[in-house]
């Protein structure tokens, strides 16, 4: 309940030239592995684009940083993340490492210019390859529904049953219509897809 800043924060911040993005560090997602803080987060490049990348500090040291790595770098031009990869979030489902990101495509206003969820999977949590098929959460683009037109951000949660198995949930930001003007009309609404593989979601 009560929390004390920490006296060098901030702990990561971006450099023009420097070692963790060139004017953005943000959207933090923390775990914590083989007594290691990984830190997975989203920074921008020398292009302007921004990518999901991983640092990682020993667990006893709160800003110890080490140099970044890009682990979800951008979709060619026209591809779903080609813009903006955002959002970090990551689960562990049949033994593999599976990372959520927000995307972007540059092409839309708002939340409309975010076509939904990708995911990549990993076998040791550093390096990751895309699957197919994404994103593997996109808009409904069917009217009346609250994730319509966007998806972004989310968090997910492991639910076990009594057979042992799994039932993943997703809960995100949908977006059903931007109003007349998206800065103030545009609306957003918290939903909820779920999941048996991490990959195939109702």
Known sequence: LAWIR???NPVLKPKIGGEFGETICMNP???VRDRQIYLYY???SPSEKIQICLTKSS???VDGFCKR???IDNGEAGEFDSKWCVLPNTIMID???HIYYTSNNGIGQGLSGF???GCALSRDGKSYTKVSGNPILPPSGILGDPDMIGIAGGSLIKIKQKDN???IRYYYTGCPTLGEDYFTDQQKYICCAESNNGTDWQ
Do not use: C, F, Q
């Open 95 to 97: 033994g593999k490492h």
């Open 165 to 167: 198995s799994y039932i």
């Open 115 to 117: 076509p939904g969820i």
């Open 6 to 8: 920490h006296e060098n």
């Open 29 to 31: 997602y923390a775990e």
């Open 69 to 71: 790595e890009v682990i």
């Open 42 to 44: 989203a920074a921008d």
């Open 59 to 61: 667990i006893n040291d």
